[in-house]
């Protein structure tokens, strides 16, 4: 009995076999040596484009303001007071300007380094560009759209905007700046007097302040571009005495043609603690660019982000 039960058992398991299978016995598979597996090597990682980029720095540096961001119409864009505004290669223009793109040059989202590059002498093809960039700066006056700006801190004509200024104190010394940067600024002031505490070179700079600007309703030089200073976001802070120091690559160049070959030496610096504390509250410094301005701080938190340098934000 018990081989008949065990041989009738054999037939079901092999009409399971036939039926599941087709009738065919699944053979192993050969696995073949490591040597001879050849491994995929993977994928790269797609890297972000630098409109990608210039976009999600303006969205964290102004999450307040811009609603959201997307990628639409082959295009970066952010969405702030109800209107896309489109990367529009680099000039951030609404929708509706997109049209007039030509009429534009590119806003400036450039590498801001997070010391002061060595300083080096210039080869013959930087003083041709250098050189070149004066001659067209004057004859052709760079024109860069306001729009986003104007809409972001809601300061699109002279009256819309002096009716966002507050006056400050900055270091004992007084201007008008717009109010969303008052704060900022506060936190600066407290951390430079925090520094001049433990270092006498800071002290003596801040008791050598001759002059503070803030707020003007201005052009910057030479351009058809709104300066950051008729935003009330940008201040200049000057000593009383400059020391036979250059400060300005404009002023420089009207009495001097290679204004470029201006070394550190013969400019005039801020201290380097200084600096720092106006960047890390989202300022930069003109010193950086250039085209020098030592005197110049600007709020630009986007571009403080964008070259991955720290930023406090509260």
């Known amino acids: 009995m018990k081989r008949a039960a065990i041989s009738a058992a054999l037939i079901l398991f092999s009409a399971f076999n036939l039926f599941a299978f087709g009738g065919r016995q699944k053979s192993a598979e050969k ?4 040597d001879q597996i050849q491994l995929q090597a993977p ?3 797609p890297q972000p484009t630098r409109a990608e980029r210039i976009i999600k720095s303006l969205a964290q540096a102004y999450p307040d303001r811009i609603e959201k961001i997307e990628f639409r119409n082959d295009d970066w864009a952010l969405f702030m007071n ?3 505004y489109y990367f529009a ?3 951030i223009l609404p929708e509706e300007m997109l049209i007039q793109i030509e009429n534009y040059r590119p806003n400036q989202f450039y590498n801001y380094p997070a010391d002061l590059p060595p300083w080096k002498e210039l080869t013959p093809e930087e003083i041709t560009r250098y050189n070149s960039w004066t001659a067209n700066r004057s004859q052709n006056p760079p024109r860069r759209s306001s729009f986003f700006l104007d809409d972001l801190w809601q300061a699109s004509n002279r009256v819309e905007t002096e009716k966002r200024l507050v006056r400050i104190t900055f270091l004992g010394k007084s201007t008008k700046v717009h109010h969303a940067i008052h704060d900022k600024l506060a936190k600066v002031e407290s951390l430079i007097f925090t520094i001049a505490k433990n270092d006498p070179a800071v002290q003596t700079w801040i008791n050598g302040l001759g002059n503070l600007e803030g707020y003007g309703w201005r052009n910057i030089a030479e351009t058809q571009s709104r300066s950051f200073h008729s935003y009330g976001l940008a201040v200049d802070l000057l000593p009383r005495n400059m020391g036979n ?3 300005y690559w404009l002023w420089t160049s009207q009495y001097r043609n290679d204004w470029y070959n201006v070394s550190y030496n013969e400019r005039y610096h801020p201290p380097e603690s200084v600096i720092k504390a106006f960047e890390v509250y989202g300022f930069i410094w003109g010193g950086k660019w250039p085209m020098f301005d030592t005197m110049h701080f600007e709020y630009r938190p986007e571009v ?3 070259n991955g340098l720290p930023l406090e934000r509260y």
């Open 31 to 34: 696995i073949p040596p490591v």
């Open 304 to 306: 403080i982000l964008l």
């Open 43 to 45: 994928l790269p990682i």
């Open 82 to 84: 109800n209107k896309w």
């Open 89 to 91: 290669n680099g000039r």
């Open 245 to 247: 120091k250059q400060t």
